[in-house]
């Protein structure tokens, strides 16, 4: 998974490939607490995918990005939000 920007600051695209697809999909945000700051739901098609998470109303600081589909993780990797 390519997570860029990154840092982010105002939005971050997300690409990724998949094997198969995946209906009722989501892409969250969690801080570095655990916590799920933000989800939005998303459909995953077999192949290439790219999703655009916007706006960024968040602290600055270290997150996790996850993609899941009925309650499987898929994907995470790391996002840094900055502030200037």
């Not at 990724?16 to 655990?34: H, P, Q, R, V, W």
């Not at 916007?54 to 790391?78: C, D, F, H, M, W």
Request: no cysteine; glycine share 6%.
């Amino acid at each position: 998974m390519l997570i860029y920007p990154n840092p982010a600051s105002e939005s971050f695209t997300v690409q990724f490939n998949s094997d198969k697809a995946y209906s009722n999909a989501e892409i969250e945000l969690m801080d570095m607490t655990g916590r799920v700051v933000g989800r939005k739901n998303l459909e995953i098609t077999e192949g290439n995918n790219t999703y655009v998470y916007t706006p960024l109303n968040y602290s600055a600081g270290t997150y996790t990005v996850r993609i899941k589909s009925k309650g499987e993780l898929i994907l995470q990797a790391p996002l840094i939000i900055q502030k200037y």
